[in-house]
């Protein structure tokens, strides 16, 4: 399964994640009674888009090295660090030399957090590989396996489950190897269930208990979890709703794909 297979697949899911996404900010804030701000002028707008050029470049720098095979994820976590930091200091100059040791003391304490939940993600991996869950698994997906969108819903529900209690990487690795012979065996497009598979499970980043995002959220607005997770709810209705309506039209997911292959 290539990049670039998923790349085209999943274009119109993630075009509309981002208008349930868009819609269902538009209601909280609406519920909510946010005051929008007053307009700037056109000048003010290119003047500060202009000054912030730098900073909005850094999601550049992180995606196409990634895409372009510069540098791995890890290392674009390095590099997005020292982009910051060079940026910060000697352009904009608002970070100081003083302010380094609480920047990197705060860093250290989140990173701390992360790493605790995929540490304990890894334990409750290992515990159901010990307990031969996922072979229990495939049996009980077998009386779906003559209905393609009843086992793809079966399917997502149990990832949901499974998302609540472990970390995205753990996920990935002990249910793919599980679940894509019966996606096979079932005769359902790989790259389409691949795709589905990748959203529920970056949904699951903002499950508690061990959503890892939820986490950072948390340490980070230093508010607790429940507070957290309430806030994200909307939300988080929003990309389910949009996940299992892929379900029940897999053409979203699968046709700009054929039109590619096509041409």
């Known amino acids: 399964m290539s990049i670039t297979k998923l790349f085209m697949a999943g274009i119109v899911p993630g075009i509309l994640m981002g208008v349930a996404i868009g819609i269902t900010w538009w209601i909280v804030a609406k519920k909510e009674n ?3 701000s007053v307009p700037l002028p056109m000048v003010d707008r290119l003047r500060i888009t202009a000054e912030g050029s730098l900073a909005l470049f850094l999601p550049v720098v992180i995606i196409g090295g990634m895409k372009f095979g510069i540098f791995t994820p890890t290392e674009a976590a390095v590099v997005a660090a020292v982009y910051s ?3 910060g200091m000697f352009v904009y100059r608002e970070l100081k030399l003083s302010m380094l040791y609480r920047l990197i003391l705060a860093a250290g304490k989140t990173t701390a957090v992360v790493m605790f939940l995929v540490a304990a993600a890894m334990v409750s991996a290992w515990l159901i590989t010990v307990a031969n869950i996922p072979t229990e698994v495939v049996g009980m997906l077998e009386p779906f396996m003559g209905n393609k969108t009843l086992l793809m819903f079966v399917m997502m529900v149990l990832i949901v489950i499974v998302g609540t209690a472990l970390d995205f990487t753990p996920t990935v690795l002990i249910l793919t190897p599980v679940l894509m012979p019966v996606v ?17 499970n970056a949904i699951g980043l903002i499950t508690p208990p061990v959503g890892t995002v939820l986490n950072v959220v948390s340490g980070v607005a230093r508010i607790t979890m429940d507070d957290a997770f309430r806030g994200v709810m909307p939300f988080f209705i929003a990309q389910l709703i949009v996940l299992f309506g892929l379900i029940f039209v897999p053409e979203l997911v699968t046709m700009p794909l054929k039109w590619w292959m096509a041409h």
Do not use: Q, T
């Open 34 to 36: 946010v005051k929008a």
């Open 85 to 87: 930091l060079v940026v």
């Open 184 to 200: 096979l065996k079932a005769g359902i497009d790989p790259v389409y269930f691949g795709v589905l598979f990748i959203m529920n």
